[in-house]
């Protein structure tokens, strides 16, 4: 090979490593890049949000119980099971229960019918003496009419006599007009006495007759103590109307049957746990987050949730509630520090976290992180 030819072959080499070296570089300068976006997504992530990695999630967990003894006679669910609002439960044996109830039933239609004789009775005894009453209260006052006419006939015909008795004596009058005042007088005084017997006769018709009116108090008094007794009779029978529907025990929400804790054939007392449920609809988080951080946490602000069991997925919340003390205050033990020697450690308050179900995927008890925003960033 000539000189020529060696020195016209060297330039393609350095070109070649010219262009390797900025292909790294190229390629150095993108991965900073990328990584700088990275860090500064981070930090901007960490900067507008609120972090927390040590929650789970809730639900209501409701412990059905028992509010009457008996013995199980029906166990439809098991654990697991799905049920909708007003499903059976359990059914309690309701036997005895219901033929209480009907003898109280029997006795409430007895306590109606004895009611209506009573009713009937008293329009009856009001009609009759009603009548009498105010026949003998009319003829005592025309009796008492007829007496005092009759007094005072009396009184006329005795002055009549007494001044007839005086003439005689002065001879101004003849014996026959004396006779005929005697006369005049004995008949006014049987009129008169007549008169008196009379109303003596219609004030006692009267009087008997307003003791038959009596009676009409008297069953007025029975149909009240009966009303008495019949609410009395209902108020039983509600309640044993009630003791038959508990033995029914149903689902007081739709949810999911967490766990058991009987079997048909046992026998059960009021406030025994049963079983529990939840409804899976309704979960939350109860989130601790530090106090160095909780004025960035304001009611109502969004919240992406991301649960372990579920890489990538992301789930909504809204913050509910934010806590007005600290965990700390809540603690069973709490530690007064009686030596003196203290060591400062941040407190966390509890915020409540709303979070959207989504095909039943989140379960009471999941871990989860919660990435809770800041407004205005």
Partial sequence: MSETEAGTA?????????ASRRARFGIMGFMAVIILIAITSWLYARYSHVYVQD???????????????????????GEGQQVEEDALLIDIDSREARLQLAELDARLQSLAAEQASLRAQRELVDRRTASNFDMFQSRLAEARARFESAKSDFEQARNDFDR??????EKVISRQRWENDR????????????????VDTAAAALEEARAERLELEVLEQRLMMMAAEKTRVEAQRDRQSLDVADRAIRSPLPGVIDETFIDVGEYVRPGQRLLMIHDPRKVWVIANVKETEIRHV?????????????PGEKFDGKVSRIGNAATSQFALLPNPNPSGNFTKITQRIEV????EQRDNMLRPGMMVELAIDIPGR
């Fill in 164 to 169: 007839a008795e005086k003439l005689l004596e």
């Fill in 55 to 77: 929650s789970r999630l809730s639900a209501t967990m409701v412990t059905i119980s028992s509010r009457v003894p008996g013995w199980v006679t029906s166990f439809p669910v």
């Fill in 10 to 18: 060297k330039p393609p080499r350095g070109r070649g490593l010219l």
């Fill in 352 to 355: 409540k976290v709303d979070v």
């Fill in 298 to 310: 304001k009611l109502g602000a969004h919240v992406d949730v991301t649960v372990d069991a579920y």
């Fill in 183 to 198: 006369n005049r007088l004995r008949k006014a005084d049987q009129e008169f006495q007549r008169a008196r017997a009379n």
